[in-house]
């Protein structure tokens, strides 16, 4: 009673019922060890309705809410008394509340104070010297690969009689493929511990694969098992009287360290089987007629994770029809571990008439006693299928699919080698938009702007260049006609034929460079012809010539003078022109 | 001709480019002695120093095909051939590498105008049309020249007016072929499995599901989501993180 505490009594002001109505929680240990069992008690001394536990915050329970009700009498009359209790268990220190409890009496709501409680490490177990009872958990192995199979177990340990076990935990293995090893019955042999004599027994035996790497914690076993013990008490026969205890054991099995699979080395194919194993492939038969059928058979064996190993793809060639194949499975564990067989048996039945192989069927594994993978390889098969048509190279027949005869193309599945010469450029430089592009893209069009500039300046300067030719060959046939033109002022007439005669003549000769004594009307016209000057003006220059001659014998007319001398100023600047 | 071309044109930056094939040959030589993770890190190498060939992203993809590493495989092939478009043995191992894809699409068959377009457009890479472009414009130059300042005006004429066209035209598709593939990026899932969802959003309902080494086109994108369209039409949004981009 001593550990009653917090006792929470509620007055009813103005109540017509003569007893107090009290509802108090209670613990029987303030201060528990850690996986010990307690018990939390709601006790009301009144008929109550609505009881609402409150929530067991980071404590299990085991059992409850259990009720007990009981009537007893005394001096002030009848009590009454109803108890919900609950069996707790604290799975890690530290300290809990347990919050207030709710009832319901007559209409009104009654409270509990909380309770706090203390979770300790666990108590030593009262008895001096050796343990009377504990629990052990082994491995076999403290440092493993990943996938590969090891063997663990947890044993009692007892010197007095112990009962079956009335409540047991596990870890769940998160991370771990487990398999228990099933025992018929559990054995119990004797064993010394630091030199006292136990009887123990294997309770669990399992094999653990790990799925995961790094430190794995596989957790601890819970137990709470029925001890027979000696008492301090005597029968009336002076014999001890054993009492029955229960008692909380607990077992954590030891840290793994779990090895990832070397990345070095590893086959593209790899099954992720680690162990020891061995491959056997056959064939049932390597020649058959197009209506018969085959098997392959494929089986591997050996010591490791054989379950969780995969087996090898085949590629078949196709021509045959490959039916779902049958796999058949056979493993055991025990302390070695596992071990056992897997088989795939695939049936064929060819399609067409030939000859055809299968490659080589391959295993692959990690050994991890060698710290290596280690391949397997089959032989490869032929199997020559007699009768038949031939398989289509091409187009697909009505079986084929087209997927199929485009794969056809590809019976060599292996990729093409890797190139020796590389252009190198900057990422993301492109030769459309760069610097480049733009240079060779305007390229064009500056040839085309240059030639037509080019163009443009030539014709300017041809039409320049004729623009002067023609003042300066006015300006030599006016200076040259100077005398002619005073006489025509003068209204001499034949001055001015002779004149005018004697400037044309003497302009060809300076034009042409020729003594005055050889230029003669017929000459100049020869001269100029062979200078490809035009007809026309040279029959305009043998005409005022000729006109000129005429005039000086004939009469002159002032009038035909100054046509004469317009017209001449105006051949002259011609020929200027050409010449 | 066009290797040549591209070669030429490249040749300035060829010489420059000793320090690359001396990574590229020393991770040529781990690929060929079966190191295919060392070589792979010997090419993302020069991936990350700046520089890039069709041949580095083909070796790249060799080497992840022969880890069975799919998705990379093929993105590394697309990328080579968007580099090299026309390059057989990119083209034979992408086919390869695509026949171990878990997806398989049907394209849709294209509506005539659009094959059409399409074939013209994408008949060259962009770099492709734009040299034909150059090469048509520099001779209808020549021809303008020719025009302008010989005496053979009728040559010159028919070559100018003619070449200017077509070499217009060229730099036109170049420029239309470039935006295409701006506009419509072509991508690579890249996880194992990813679900194609209605709309951007983990609530979003699921349509289908896509695995590794599918191509896909982005049409939108929504903060983390892009929007997608197969070969076959179907139209979803991905998680970002789920895609690579090609180019």
Redesign the interface.
Same mark, same amino acid.
């Given at each position: 009673m001593k550990y009653f505490l917090s006792i929470v009594s509620f007055l009813l002001l103005g109540s017509t019922s003569l007893a107090q109505v009290s509802f108090k929680a209670s613990v029987n240990q303030k201060e528990v060890g850690l996986g010990e069992r307690f018990v939390v008690e709601f006790k009301v001394n009144q008929q109550g309705e609505d009881f609402k536990a409150p929530p067991f915050h980071g404590l299990q329970v085991l059992s409850g809410p259990n009720t007990s009700v009981s009537t007893f009498m005394d001096n002030t009359g009848t009590r009454f008394n109803l108890t919900y209790s609950y069996m707790l268990r604290a799975s890690k220190l530290g300290e809990y509340t347990i919050d207030p409890a709710f009832i319901k009496v007559e209409g009104r709501t009654y409270r509990t104070e909380p309770i706090t409680i203390k979770v300790v490490e666990k108590k030593s177990q009262a008895q001096e010297g050796p343990k009377d009872v504990f629990l052990k958990a082994y491995v076999s192995d403290r440092k493993v690969y990943q996938g590969e199979p090891f063997y663990a177990n947890y044993r009692l340990y007892f010197r007095n009689e112990v009962f079956q076990h009335s409540f047991q935990e596990e870890p769940d293995f998160t991370g771990f493929y487990k398999e228990f090893i099933e025992q018929n019955r559990i054995e119990t042999q004797e064993e010394y511990v630091n030199g006292n004599r136990y009887y123990s027994a294997d309770l669990r035996k399992m094999v653990l694969i790990p799925q995961q790497t790094g430190k794995m914690e596989i957790g601890s076993i819970q137990m709470t098992i029925p001890v027979r013990v000696p008492s301090r008490q005597r029968d009336i026969f002076g014999f001890r009287v054993n009492r029955t205890e229960n008692r909380d054991l607990s077992a954590t099995f030891p840290t793994i360290e779990v090895l990832p699979l070397p990345?070095k080395g590893r086959p593209?194919n790899f099954s992720g089987a680690v162990g020891q194993f061995s491959l056997q492939a056959e064939i049932s038969e390597d020649e058959i007629d197009t209506d018969g059928s085959l098997s392959l058979r494929v089986k591997i064996e050996g010591t490791g994770n054989i379950k969780l190993a995969e087996l090898p793809k085949i590629e078949f060639p196709n021509a045959f029809e490959v039916f779902d194949p049958e796999i058949k499975e056979n493993s055991s564990v025990g302390t070695y571990g596992m071990r056992g067989s897997k088989t795939i048996e695939y049936l064929l039945v060819p399609r067409y008439g030939g000859e055809y192989k299968i490659d080589p069927i391959e295993f692959s594994y990690f050994d991890p006693k060698q710290e290596k993978y280690i391949r397997l390889q089959s032989d490869a098969f032929s199997i020559k299928v007699n009768g038949g048509t031939l398989a289509p190279q091409e187009k697909q027949s009505g079986i084929m699919s087209p997927?199929e005869s485009e794969?056809v193309d590809?019976i060599n599945?292996e990729? %093409? *080698?890797?190139?020796?010469?590389?252009?190198?450029?900057? +990422?993301g430089e492109?030769? $459309?938009?760069s610097a %480049? *592009?733009w240079s060779?893209?305007s390229?064009?069009?500056? +040839?085309?702007l240059?030639? $037509?500039f080019?163009?443009y300046r030539k014709r300017k300067e041809s039409e320049q260049g004729d623009l002067l030719k023609v003042q300066r060959a006015a300006k030599v046939a006016r200076k040259r006609l100077s005398k002619a033109q005073k006489a025509l002022k003068e209204n001499q007439p034949e001055v001015f034929y002779s004149e005018l005669e004697t400037a044309i003549l003497g302009y060809f000769e300076d034009k042409l460079k020729l003594s005055k004594s050889n230029l003669t009307k017929d000459e100049l016209e020869a001269q100029l012809q062979a200078r490809n000057v035009d007809a026309s003006l040279i029959g305009k220059v043998m005409k005022l010539l000729q006109q000129s001659e005429l005039a000086r014998f004939t009469g002159l007319k002032a009038e035909a003078a100054r046509n004469d001398y317009e017209e001449t100023a105006q051949v002259l600047t011609e020929i200027e022109k050409q010449l | 001709m066009m290797k040549l071309l591209?070669?030429l044109?490249?040749l300035g930056?060829?010489l420059m480019?000793n320090a690359?094939?001396e990574a590229?040959?020393k991770a040529?030589s781990a690929?060929?002695a079966g190191a295919y993770?060392e070589a792979i890190q010997r090419y993302d190498s020069i991936?990350n120093s700046?520089?890039?060939?069709?041949?580095?992203y083909?070796?790249l993809a060799?080497a992840h095909?022969?880890?069975?590493a799919l998705a990379p495989a093929i993105l590394n092939y697309e990328k080579a051939l968007h580099l090299a478009p026309k390059d057989e043995?990119i083209l034979?191992?992408l086919?390869?590498?695509e026949?171990k894809r878990i997806d398989?699409f049907e394209a849709l068959p294209p509506n005539l105008f659009k094959a059409f377009r399409f074939g013209i457009l994408l008949a060259f890479s962009?770099?492709t049309?734009?040299?034909i472009?150059?090469i048509l414009?520099?001779v209808?130059?020549?021809g303008?020249?020719l025009?302008?300042?010989s005496s053979r005006k009728r040559i010159g004429f028919i070559l100018?007016l003619s070449l200017?066209v077509l070499?217009l035209f060229s730099?036109w598709m170049?420029?239309q072929h470039?935006a295409h593939l701006e506009q419509h990026p072509a991508l690579i899932v890249m996880s194992e499995s990813a679900y194609v969802k209605s709309g951007p959003g983990t609530e979003a309902e699921d349509l289908f599901i896509l695995h590794a080494g599918t191509k896909v086109v982005r049409v939108d994108e929504y903060e983390s989501w892009t929007k997608i369209r197969l070969i076959d039409g179907k139209i979803g949004w991905l998680p970002k993180g789920s895609l690579e981009a090609i180019y």
């Open positions: 990345s593209t997927k794969q590809f599945k990729i %093409l *080698f890797i190139k020796t010469k590389a252009n190198w450029h900057k +990422i492109q030769f $459309l938009g %480049l *592009f060779l893209f390229l064009p069009f500056l +040839i085309a240059g030639s $037509l080019f163009w | 591209y070669s044109l490249f930056l060829g480019a690359q094939n590229f040959q040529n690929y060929q993770e991936v700046g520089y890039e060939s069709a041949a580095l083909y070796n060799n095909y022969k880890l069975g043995e034979h191992n086919k390869l590498a026949q398989r962009p770099s049309w734009a040299i472009a150059i414009l520099f209808a130059s020549l303008i020249g025009y302008f300042l100018a200017s070499g730099a170049a420029f470039q």
